[in-house]
């Protein structure tokens, strides 16, 4: 039985860390100018499912019993993320944990502070997948193969890579193509790549393309995918604002898990998918904890892949 302790809680690219400079808040949040006690924090996310819980929270006033006026904006991911939190364009943002790690990696002074989301035991929201008469039958049979992944070296190839090996494949034939996912499904039909990674994966879906590895759950059944991270700064100077920030993040994430139908009404007001792609989307596990057996597990497999130069710190990243 694996053991689990349970805690509160995308590559940086060197052209992305060159806009890691000054802050333009040095207040980790901006006092309402009503004088009214309102805090104003800028959230940076990506608009995809992943997310329902903070948009659920800021829809249903969580953020606003705890003084936070919250403006939620869109990234393309973790790289774009970390120096947004680093420079002050965002008080917190959403970003996988191999993204906190290679940001830590770099020597930049980053804190998940909340869990963001989960995946489901069995299956996903995420999968690889191949054309419905492809030859790969298996993980392993990605060896050799082009795969596409949203960034590169990140948690994508880190866990496609770990599911191979343990399939008896050689992960260090695989190539990965970076591809955003709109452009992931489009890729595989056309042959740009024998395999892609998309996100969200659904089950109309499997009339076109098979399943060859729901590689979040596959890699590990409890991964927790990614968080809310804000800077070392802001964690140090304004305890107060994490705190209120964790403690309407935490609510909105037990919230999201109990009402899983307003968690696919409010992913309708900020994405593009239809309402029957919801209706045939397995959600991800929404919860405040992080499994911590299963991080470790995550960073070990990054040293071992490259993706960091060494094991993570996990005390250092994690509250």
């Given amino acids: 039985m694996r053991k689990t302790a349970f805690i509160s809680l995308a590559v940086v690219s060197a052209l992305a860390l060159s806009a890691c400079g000054g802050s333009s808040d040095d207040s980790g949040g901006s006092a309402d100018a009503s004088g009214g006690g309102t805090t104003k924090i800028t959230v940076g996310v990506l608009p995809v499912p992943d997310t329902a819980a903070l948009y659920l929270g800021v829809d249903k006033g969580f953020f606003s019993d705890e003084g936070l006026d919250v403006t939620v904006q869109s990234t393309t991911g973790g790289a774009v993320a970390v120096p947004g939190v680093v420079s002050g364009d965002y008080d917190f943002a959403f970003g996988n944990y191999v993204s906190g790690m290679v ?26 997948v191949v054309p419905k008469d492809s030859p790969i039958q298996s993980p392993a049979d990605l060896a050799g193969k082009t795969v596409s992944v949203n960034n590169l070296s990140n948690i994508n190839d880190t866990t496609i890579r770990g599911v191979i090996d343990a399939d008896g494949g050689d992960s260090s034939k695989v190539k ?144």
Avoid: C, H
Avoid at 109 to 123: L, S
Avoid at 293 to 319: F, I, Q
């Fill in 103 to 128: 940001a830590r990696d770099k020597g930049i002074d980053i804190k998940y502070v909340t869990n963001a989301t989960t995946t489901p035991a069995t299956g996903g929201f995420q999968a690889v």
């Fill in 176 to 319: 990965f193509l970076e591809l955003a996912f709109p452009d992931a499904v489009a890729a595989v039909e056309g042959g740009k790549v024998d395999a892609a990674t998309v996100n969200p994966w659904t089950s109309d879906m499997e009339s076109k393309f098979r399943v060859i590895t729901y590689n979040f759950s596959d890699f590990d059944p409890d991964l927790d995918i990614a968080g809310f991270f804000t800077s070392g700064k802001t964690v140090s100077e304004k305890p107060e604002l994490v705190k209120e920030f964790q403690t309407a993040m935490n609510k909105s994430l037990q919230y999201a898990q109990d009402n899983p139908d307003e968690v696919r009404r409010i992913i309708l007001t900020y994405t593009k998918l239809s309402q029957d792609t919801l209706a045939n989307l397995t959600l991800p596990v929404f919860r405040p904890d992080v499994n911590r057996d299963a991080l470790t597990k995550l960073g070990a497999s990054a040293k071992e892949y490259g993706t960091v130069a060494k094991a993570p710190d996990l005390d250092a990243l994690l509250p």
